[in-house]
């Protein structure tokens, strides 16, 4: 949903521990969800995606979950590392009409040496 | 491969001067193209969306107008800034597949402050 006017919640996480950063979306017939990385003063960075035909996609230390009962969307970090230290927004694909992705509110993950 | 280019990276306008924001894409064509715009410590707030050549729609009404005068082309402008037009601008472009999916991949920005 949007997510302009809202202060990011914040996620603190010791490094080598596994993080777990959830996102709830709006539109049940979303058919496409990305999770995006951005460092400070940086553009967006994709980092993984998955089908509403999935419930698990799994990448190089990241996997995302999707629960459609629930329009729950989550990203599982291993091992967390501080170059994982960003903000992280996931992002719902409408597949009618303007060919447009909604963002979510965003988390901003805070690795702790 | 495709590369896309915000310019210029920071600028700081006075209340009032005009802007205009350009972002172009390399390596692909008829790209969908988007601009957002990110107050610090916010979300990604979409201003326009572009699915064509002289298409362009609106999301959010304020002093800011796009146009797209060539296909890998996105300019964002303003007449007269005001300072709750300072912010993160980040130009996306995006292409359709065949099963419809719309991954959007984004340029590095451009830091704009309006004093």
């Known amino acids: 949903g949007e997510s302009v006017g809202l202060h990011l919640p914040t996620l603190s996480v010791q490094e080598g521990d596994n993080s777990i950063i959830n996102c709830a979306y709006s539109n049940s017939a979303s058919d496409y969800f990305i999770w995006y990385k951005q460092e400070s003063g940086k553009g967006p960075q994709f980092i993984i995606d998955i089908r509403s035909n999935m419930d698990k996609r799994q990448g190089q230390r990241v996997t995302v979950l999707l629960n459609k009962t629930v329009k729950h969307l989550s990203l599982q970090i291993a091992a967390t590392q501080p170059g994982d230290s960003a903000v992280y927004f996931c992002?719902?694909?409408?597949?009618?009409?303007?060919?447009?992705?909604?963002f979510g509110t965003g988390t901003k993950l805070q690795v702790i040496p | 491969s495709q590369t896309i280019h915000q310019w210029p990276a920071t600028l700081v306008q006075p209340v009032g001067s005009p802007l205009s924001l350009e972002c172009t894409v390399e390596g692909t064509s008829n790209p969908n193209l988007y601009w957002y715009r990110q107050a610090a410590g916010r979300g990604l707030q979409l201003l326009f969306y572009s699915v064509g050549i002289g298409q362009i729609s609106s999301e959010v009404p304020q002093n800011l107008s796009a146009s797209r005068p060539q296909d890998r082309q996105f300019i964002l402008s303003s007449k007269k800034l005001l300072l709750s037009d300072s912010g993160f601008y980040l130009c996306a472009w995006s292409v359709l597949g065949p099963e419809s999916y719309n991954e959007q991949f984004f340029g590095p920005g451009t830091r704009l402050t309006v004093l």
């Open positions: 992002a719902e694909n409408n597949p009618t009409g303007y060919q447009k992705v909604t």
